[in-house]
């Protein structure tokens, strides 16, 4: 199954897409960047090379749109007197103002990076329509977490760990910073002001800091991708393959996690995908992958990929494991390909040797779209502790209709369930509404942001 985007709700600057988050604690090692101002000084524009001043909004770039909002810097509005605002209120003030025309401001943060930084172009798949809208998603991803450093610290870390498949390295993220400030300069005149300005650069600053700390420290402990060889390819439906790839050296993940994969026919654009299978003895990874349209990377990977085509993954991601030190049931709903990580974290628990209640409600829209329901049922077969229910939109007597969540509220009770939800958006979120409503505490659910998966392309 694919996972779009990442866990924590955002998107990549390379590769995928930028992403910015407001202040955090102060970075432990301010040496590892060398450009990055620490918090003793005085607030600076992020750093860049002498030679490349800070963009100026008043001279647009070449092939920006004659329409673009800009106040010169006398005209602009001072801050209001009284007490002074934070850093976190200024910068969703910003975001609030450039919010309705985000896609102009994206357009323009890229032209601006690729106007000064040309270098930096070749970093970027080719075409970047599927990552138009990331920026700002990224940005109030951040903000939302701005007050909150503990989880603006494990968001900034997988990014910056994440950014290390694309060949982003620490002399990059000025340029990153100096493009941000450009376009939000130009495009948000009514609350850009000196104090906006400052806790911006304060904010990119321990941002960039914290990214490039993760990637250092990741860097001691694994490769930035593995190459991995096809060796199985199985056509389960027409537009449904698993595909099972060779990795060239170990590759430790947990059951319920995903990877981005990169094909040899689109170089640089990365999709993540769920493993479909705990960690085997042989070292295999199996992936169940859909191909849309319009999907470049699930149509090469269904259509065009063969045994002995070569792939690359990215390191393993994911929060969507099971705690083995306790004893609860789960309840795991998988729609789709959805039923991918479902099925891995089947095979964990036949593997941890722990006795425990695990109920799986395999849904799709009609009976045939269950590709997968053969494998589910003789696991079901081996272990009298799993339940698995197929479940149809419009199905045949015998079988439960009417979708996965009315289905399961016709069980339980699950409020000591530990419950695992993978597939469309639209499931995860009736899932979740349906889980709460019938008691199911927040902190038993667990699935991927629901932010990730929206307008996520495959």
């Given at each position: 199954m694919e996972v779009?985007?990442?866990?924590?709700?955002?998107g990549d600057w390379f590769g995928r897409s930028p992403g910015t988050a407001a202040s955090a604690p102060a970075p432990a090692h301010p040496s590892a960047h060398p450009s990055a101002p620490t918090p003793?000084?005085?607030?600076?524009?992020?750093?860049?090379?002498?030679?490349?001043?800070?963009?100026q909004p008043s001279a647009p770039a070449r092939g920006q749109e004659p329409g673009a909002r800009s106040v010169p810097p006398q005209q602009r509005p001072s801050e209001p007197p009284g007490a002074a605002p934070s850093d976190t209120e200024l910068l969703r003030r910003t975001m609030a103002e450039v919010e309705p025309i985000a896609d102009t401001v994206t357009s323009y943060f890229y032209a601006l990076l690729f106007l000064r930084h040309p270098d930096l172009r070749a970093l970027f798949p080719a075409a970047m329509d599927t990552q138009r809208d990331r920026l700002f998603k990224a940005l109030l991803t951040a903000a939302t977490h701005a007050d909150d450093p503990e989880t603006l610290t494990t968001y900034l870390n997988h990014l910056g760990r994440g950014h290390r498949k694309y060949g982003t390295r620490?002399?990059?993220?000025?340029?990153?910073?100096?493009?941000?400030?450009?376009?939000?300069?130009?495009?948000?005149?009514?609350?850009?002001?000196?104090?906006?300005?400052?806790?911006?650069?304060?904010?990119?600053?321990?941002?960039?800091?914290?990214?490039?700390?993760?990637?250092?420290e990741d860097e001691l402990r694994a490769p930035a991708w593995w190459q991995a060889e096809v060796v199985?390819?199985?056509?389960?439906?027409?537009?449904?393959?698993v595909v099972t790839v060779r990795p060239d050296q170990p590759y430790p993940f947990r059951a319920g996690q995903y990877t981005a994969l990169e094909t040899p026919w689109w170089p640089r654009v990365w999709r993540h995908y769920s493993f479909a299978s705990a960690p085997r003895s042989d070292g295999l990874l199996s992936f169940h992958v859909k191909a849309v349209p319009a999907g470049w990377v699930s149509n090469a990977l269904v259509h065009r990929a063969r045994p002995g085509d070569v792939v690359?993954?990215?390191?393993?991601?994911?929060?969507?494991?099971?705690?083995?030190?306790?004893?609860?049931?789960?309840?795991?709903?998988?729609?789709?390909?959805?039923?991918?990580?479902?099925?891995?974290?089947?095979?964990?628990?036949?593997?941890?040797?722990r006795r425990r209640t695990v109920d799986v409600f395999y849904g799709a829209r009609r009976n045939d779209?269950?590709?997968?329901?053969?494998?589910?049922?003789?696991?079901?077969?081996?272990?009298?502790?799993?339940?698995?229910?197929?479940?149809?939109?419009?199905?045949?007597?015998?079988?439960?209709?009417?979708?996965?969540?009315?289905a399961v509220r016709e069980f339980g009770p699950w409020h000591t369930y530990d419950v695992y939800l993978s597939g469309p958006p639209g499931m995860i979120r009736r899932g979740v509404d349906t889980l709460l409503g019938i008691g199911v505490p927040t902190h038993r659910i667990r699935h991927d942001s629901i932010e990730e998966l929206v307008g996520a392309s495959n």
């Open positions: 779009p985007a990442t866990p924590s709700g955002g003793a000084q005085p607030p600076a524009r992020p750093s860049a090379p002498a030679s490349q001043p800070l963009a620490p002399e990059h993220y000025p340029a990153v910073g100096e493009a941000l400030i450009g376009a939000l300069t130009r495009y948000a005149p009514s609350t850009w002001g000196p104090r906006t300005e400052a806790a911006w650069v304060r904010a990119y600053t321990t941002i960039s800091q914290i990214m490039i700390d993760a990637a250092t199985g390819h199985e056509m389960r439906t027409k537009d449904i393959a690359r993954l990215g390191a393993p991601t994911g929060s969507m494991t099971i705690d083995h030190s306790t004893d609860n049931g789960l309840l795991c709903l998988g729609g789709g390909t959805g039923i991918a990580p479902i099925k891995a974290l089947v095979e964990d628990v036949a593997q941890s040797g779209d269950l590709y997968d329901i053969e494998t589910m049922l003789r696991l079901q077969q081996s272990h009298s502790w799993l339940s698995v229910r197929p479940v149809v939109d419009d199905g045949p007597a015998g079988l439960l209709s009417g979708g996965l969540p009315g």
